[in-house]
């Protein structure tokens, strides 16, 4: 896929741990195919949403970091929907923060979110890169594109 035709993949997380470890899986197995844009602040990417769509540049996946380092992880993901309603939204946790399961779950049900994902806890995490694969896979169905 070319890079200027290249769809999107944002990540954001407060905690500056989650976001290395999830950006560095992405950018890894995915950035052959895909734009990933990497922010610090649930702020700045939606401003880097609405810099891709103003672009014509179309956002596959948002993946927001969850829990006590990021409690604003799902209000963002509604928010996106506002830029990029067809970006997949997908949440991720650490495994064994159990405070997060009811928000999470809730936000799935009602439709805030639609995925989520336990942070990838070594290299390369195949469980993380196989459902941000079918996340990607789904976004391409809906979208009428072919996966990359």
């Given amino acids: ?13 407060r905690d500056p741990r989650d976001l290395e470890l999830v950006a560095t899986e992405i950018r ?8 990933i844009v990497v922010s610090v602040e649930p702020e700045a990417a939606r401003r880097e949403l609405e810099k891709l769509k103003k672009a014509g540049v179309e956002t ?4 927001a970091g969850y829990g006590d380092s990021n409690p604003d992880g799902i209000d ?4 996106v929907r506002t830029v990029s ?6 949440l991720v946790i650490r495994w064994g ?3 997060a399961a009811g928000p999470v779950f809730d936000a799935l049900t009602v439709g805030h979110i639609d995925h989520w994902l336990l942070r990838p806890e070594h290299v390369p995490d195949e469980e993380f890169h196989r459902s941000v694969t079918e996340f990607l896979e789904d ?3 809906a979208s009428g594109r072919a996966a990359a």
């Fill in 1 to 13: 896929m070319e890079q200027n035709s290249a769809a999107a993949i944002v990540v954001t997380s």
């Fill in 139 to 141: 976004w391409a169905a």
């Fill in 28 to 35: 890894k197995r995915y950035a052959a195919d895909y734009r």
């Fill in 85 to 90: 309603p067809r970006a997949k939204r997908v």
């Fill in 76 to 79: 963002f993901l509604i928010d």
């Fill in 97 to 99: 923060d159990f405070s």
């Fill in 60 to 63: 596959a996946l948002v993946v």
